[in-house]
């Protein structure tokens, strides 16, 4: 059995490797992987690493799902990387990261930042960088540091209330706690408002939802993984380089290296049992004719893959395509980066998230940490910054909006105001998992009710204490490891931090208090 590596606490969880041969034998199944994201990427990886045929399709012209980039030409004539916007690499991020190192063992395409700053236009200011990493000093010591926990403010909380917080164990946490709003346990705790704000709705914002329709049994899982899961705390590392050149074009290659077919702008149209039962295969028709297949990953976004199914009428049974048809996205949200003719200040972070400036979640200074920004900013003397605004209104004016954004910039880097905007790219998308209140019923889990098909992605249950990025990687090789399984073939070894709190005196207080 592997040992930790650097930098992953020596206290995860290890969730061994089904047992079983080494790799497959005779002539190898072929599978389907439907969904060029980190899902399908890791699913992909998973099985052809053992031998098995993989082809993999991704409607797009590359790999990458939700952090794919491609080629823009800017207005000076130069050529740039546009993307989706700016992702948090979190050291918890443990299998996520296991994918990367396929094609980067060293993970040296990633640089950390040293800090996860927020800022509250009434002009609190919240640091990461200083709580200490080790449960429970971490959480202790983010209420000691931060400005928004007042000794009133700690005197006025509920602590009964807070109890989720302390003892989370997966799945529970979505039994008790799927029924009620983010926002409304937060106000049963009683936390102080500049807290709600500033802190917690970091949370609820990274899964682009307003907190008052997110579940609270994600917020707590947040919780219960940066603060009282785990070592590591909340801060991250970010692709030096972009996201194409620096992780997806490479492990491209690596599957490639392993026997996989990469099928990039290639959409799936429908996916059809052969026959009944679990051996009688799958034709998966797309536009470049129809495949027969041994099984499928379907590793879609929310969107696709509810439309998938919605055009594949036999998959499955009837009360699982019901529930993947309920499933719904988040709110629309904008990613604007803008080119500017000169440099933001020398002090101001990498990544900044705000509250309080209208529609404006975080601003991010890419010349700060992404070579290729760097290399404009230093050929053209000017900067390059992002701007994110999550669950925007669906009715809202797009170009109000953007200007909005703008407009927030420039109260909280001044020193934008005269800047020139040499080029500016705006990308709306309304294709996240939205994880409702009472919804976790109807997410649907890695196995189905055909051994044979099999589901990954972020809005995967897993029944671990995953997110985001993590979980689309995790359930990936979950999906992976389940079809092996069938095989009599050994899956991956997967890590999560642990499922309930690592924190012993804390699930004594929170059982004695319940």
Partial sequence: MSVPRRGRDRKARILPAPSGRPRVTGEPPRVAVIGGGIAGLAAATGLAERGVRVTLYEREPGLGGRLAG?????????????SRGFH??????????????????????????PDYPLQHSGGLRDSFARVPRTPPWSALGFAALSPTFGRRDLARMNPRAALPLLDVRVPDVYERL???????????????????????????????????????????????????????????????????????????????GHGAELRTGCAVESVEPVAPGPDGGFTVTAADGPLHCDAVVLALDTGGLRELVARSPRLAD?????????????PPFLVSRLWLDRPVAADRPGFLGTSGYGPLDNVSVLDRWEGEAARWAARTGGSVVELHAYAVDPAADRKAEQERLLAELRRVYPETDDAKVVDVRHEWRADCPLFPVGGYPDRPGVHTPDPALVVAGDLVRTGLPVALMERAATSGFLASNA?????????????????????????????RLA
């Fill in 88 to 113: 948090a690499f979190f050291r918890q991020y443990y299998n996520l990261r296991g994918l990367l190192r396929r094609a980067d063992p060293g993970l040296g395409t990633l640089t950390g930042l």
């Fill in 483 to 511: 079809l092996l399984e069938r095989w009599g073939v050994r899956g991956q070894t997967l890590w999560t931090v642990p499922e309930k709190g690592r924190t012993a005196l804390l699930r004594a207080l929170a059982g």
């Fill in 178 to 256: 799927d029924g009620i709003s983010a926002a409304e346990l937060l106000s049963r705790i009683r936390f102080p408002e500049a807290a709600h704000h500033l802190a917690f709705e970091v949370f609820s914002r990274s899964f682009f939802a307003d907190p008052r329709r997110l579940s609270a049994a994600e917020m707590v899982l947040m919780f219960h993984i940066y603060f009282l899961g785990s070592s590591e705390g909340l801060l991250f590392d970010v692709p030096g380089e972009p996201f194409p050149q620096a992780l997806w074009e490479p492990l491209g290659a690596y599957l490639a």
């Fill in 318 to 330: 009837e009360r699982w395509r019901e529930r993947i048809a309920r499933l719904r996205t988040a």
């Fill in 70 to 82: 491609w080629p823009v030409e800017l207005a000076d004539g130069s050529s740039a990387t546009m």
